[in-house]
């Protein structure tokens, strides 16, 4: 690709992120480590195990060729492995395979269809909870399908396989002047699971999920269809897939709309807000930010409860910097590994080693500091540094060693959110269970058909998963879960790893629940797909409709 904007070329050929091209004859990974686990679903180990060069038919009795596609048993113990979840709090037993073919991929579903097997889809892994883990399942993993197909740097359109990240992404396209229009807090995300967890961002009140920015996708079902969907075409599969946690199908290919930008850089400024309520005061009033995301100090307590700082920035406008070619360079993006020079950010997560009053002292300590800050003139800050604040200390979640973290994300109506979200914060300061880190975003409504964004706000609460606090934790999440479903909120499947059926029944209409469960059994008749996430909250056990509160649209 061209590293002048005023110079875009589309290139004319897949690109490789890693540069190594993908090929027919790719295998798999070898395996991790070895590992005890149960008899998977439908057969044993023993008679699961697939001999290798043989020729089979599928469903169709189309000849498939093995040894081309897997040249290893697929069901093996030598392939368990253990697959965590990025809060380190879940974790099962399963035969990862990670494709390098869509061929590979067909090879995988028509072999579980057979064996009657289930499958769960991951990307890198970067969902709190349990939606990427399956126990005793094949987990495909889908991270060296990794290839740009096409980048079209005039219209701004990149299509790309499914486990290509977004940190990949950003580092193709921004020297061109593009950056994607949608980004989590981390980089890492690979654009299946961002599409399958329908990602927000600190915009998302003014420009929406990533959803809504994606064009077009081909999945790959299960039953072997190979399905173009867009919002023209497929669009009930379109609009029930993004977002829907992996279970319609695989993704073979994603084409991205990005956004036009004229900096490296946004304007940042900060707003020191005294409660809870003056902080939505302040959202509300700079709406005509690009970026806005608020820092919530949960350790205090009455007229200061749920104080905290808000960051607001927006893109800089055409000619408003000085140098554009040299703040979009990539070398000018990337995080630094060290604090002011000195101190390295791989160990900054041992500092998470204290207790309750040490925190109440940093968190009390940043808000005084954000009273200062907000005193100061906006700054200059890079795309990278002002997105990526999970990445900015690496490895952070390891302060929450050895049992992981629960991230608690709620999504609550405008009207309600103020009271909702105070009585979250008494409620976990009463449970000694008092969060080190709150985060406040605003958020609107989007088309697509599981969607966990409202016209309101959201609150994410990182709460220890120790042996000590997992009980009081539970009983806390359900008092929590409770609040939000009376105030008609919603919660996160990427962030989720406590909901339980009843709750998950009151939080999307009927009608949801009957078109995601008609299309699952359309495509996915076998019921192969399935998750940790999948059987928790039981969405398509026969009995599910019949929990909860039915709601209407």
């Known amino acids: 690709m061209s ?138 993993d889908c991270t060296r399908m990794n290839r740009i197909l096409d980048w079209d740097p005039v219209r701004g359109v990149i299509e790309v396989e499914p486990g290509v990240r977004i940190a990949d992404i950003w580092r193709y396209t921004l020297e061109d002047g593009w950056w994607p229009p949608v980004v989590s807090g981390t980089m890492r995300p690979t654009m299946a699971g961002a599409a399958a967890m329908n990602i927000h961002g600190k915009n998302n009140y003014k420009v929406g999920t990533i959803g809504e920015y994606i064009e077009e996708f081909e999945l790959l079902t299960p039953k072997g269809e190979r399905l173009v969907c867009s919002p023209d075409k497929n669009s009930d599969i379109f609009y029930a897939t993004i977002g829907g946690f992996g279970m319609l199908g695989f993704f073979t290919r994603l084409r991205l709309k990005m956004k036009r930008i004229y900096s490296g850089n946004v304007e940042v400024s900060a707003i020191s807000t005294p409660s809870l309520k003056a902080m939505i005061d302040a959202f509300e009033d700079n709406l005509d930010q690009d970026y806005l995301v608020g820092w919530v100090d949960c350790t205090a307590r009455g007229v200061g409860l749920g104080r905290g700082l808000i960051h607001a920035a927006r893109h800089l406008a055409p000619g408003e910097d000085p140098d554009p070619i040299s703040s979009m360079r990539v070398s000018r993006q990337e995080l630094p590994d060290s604090f002011f020079g000195v101190v390295p950010k791989s160990s900054m997560w041992l500092g998470m080693w204290f207790s309750r009053p040490f925190w109440r002292m940093v968190n009390g300590l940043k808000y005084y500091m954000g009273i200062r800050e907000a005193k100061a003139p906006p700054y200059l800050q890079g795309h990278a540094a002002f997105n990526f604040l999970l990445d900015y200390v690496p490895n952070w979640k390891w302060g929450y060693r050895p049992h992981g973290l629960i991230q608690y994300q709620s999504f609550v109506p405008k009207d309600k959110a103020l009271e909702v979200f105070e009585t979250q914060i008494k409620l976990a300061q009463e449970a000694r269970l008092t969060p080190y880190l709150g985060v406040f975003k605003k958020h609107k409504e989007d088309p697509f058909l599981l969607t966990h964004a409202v016209d309101g706000y959201s609150f994410a609460l990182d709460f220890s998963a120790s042996p000590r606090n997992r009980q009081r934790l539970q009983s806390l999440v359900r008092s929590m879960n409770q609040l939000v479903l009376a105030a008609g909120g919603r919660f996160y499947f990427a962030k989720d790893g406590l909901l339980q059926p009843h709750e998950v029944r009151q939080v999307w209409p009927d009608e949801a629940f009957e078109t995601f469960r008609d299309l699952k059994m359309t495509h996915d008749p076998d019921d192969i797909l399935e998750s940790d996430l999948s059987r928790r909250i039981g969405i398509f056990d026969k009995d599910f409709m019949n929990l909860g509160t039915k709601k209407t649209s």
């Open 3 to 140: 590293t002048n904007p005023t110079q875009p070329q589309a290139s004319d050929s897949p690109k490789p992120v890693n540069g190594t091209p993908s090929s027919p004859s790719s295998s798999a990974a070898k395996a991790d480590k070895t590992t005890s686990a149960d008899k998977a679903k439908g057969s044993s180990l023993k008679d699961t195990e697939a001999p290798v060069g043989v020729r089979v038919n599928d469903d169709e009795g189309t000849p498939k060729e093995y040894d081309q596609l897997l040249s290893y048993s697929l069901i093996d113990t030598r392939r368990l492995v253990r697959v965590g979840s990025w809060g380190m709090a879940h974790a099962a037993d399963s035969y990862v395979i990670r494709p390098s073919t869509i061929e590979q991929v067909e090879a995988v579903f028509a072999y579980a269809r057979r064996h009657n097997h289930p499958v769960t889809l991951r990307g890198s892994a970067q969902s709190y909870g349990d939606p990427h883990m399956g126990q005793n399942a094949i987990v495909l």
